[in-house]
């Protein structure tokens, strides 16, 4: 096996056991979730509405990147990333000012735990963007990099929209 095949398994590998960990936080969350109409209104729909857009574009412009091996595309990714950290920040502070903080309950705890794993990704995200770009200015160019890159910001994206209708949605 060589070290691009090595490489596309290991990230694959990373994806299958991030996958069973959401699923058990999913889990977790589906069996506290018996007062979930009671919360159900805390939540801004609005801003979550604008994270999964900025999540989007991060997928988008990660494919952008992929195609057209522009640094612009890395530099708008980390932007929207960022925005999306404060905007899920000003989400947890909201929540907090309500008392509702992950010691209130289980579906709290649960609810913490999965947007903090989420939050995690992207700031991950992040780092492997400025690895990257680090990478292009000592004048590497790695298709199989930007390749995981992209796959990863497709995986962060698909969570989220898990993440948004396991939580948000589901009634």
Request: aromatic share 26%; hydrophobic share 55%.
């Amino acid at each position: 096996m060589n070290k691009i095949n090595k490489k596309i398994l290991g990230i694959w590998l990373f994806f299958l056991t991030d996958c069973i960990m959401f699923l058990c936080f999913f889990l977790s969350f589906y069996l506290s979730k018996n007062i979930f109409f009671l919360y159900n209104k805390f939540y801004n729909y609005r801003i979550i509405l604008i994270e999964t857009i900025l999540l989007l574009l991060c997928s988008f412009l990660s494919l952008k990147y992929l195609k057209n091996n522009k640094k612009k595309y890395i530099f708008l990714n980390i932007f929207f990333s960022f925005i999306f950290l404060i905007l899920e920040y000003k989400d947890y502070i909201h929540l907090k000012k309500l008392n509702l903080t992950n010691n209130y309950n289980n579906y709290f705890s649960n609810y913490y735990l999965i947007i903090s794993f989420h939050a995690l990704h992207v700031i991950f995200s992040i780092f492997f963007s400025l690895n990257i770009i680090f990478i292009r200015v000592v004048k590497f160019n790695f298709k199989i990099i930007n390749i995981m890159y992209s796959l990863f910001w497709h995986f962060i994206h698909i969570i989220w929209l898990c993440l948004v209708f396991i939580i948000y949605l589901k009634k």
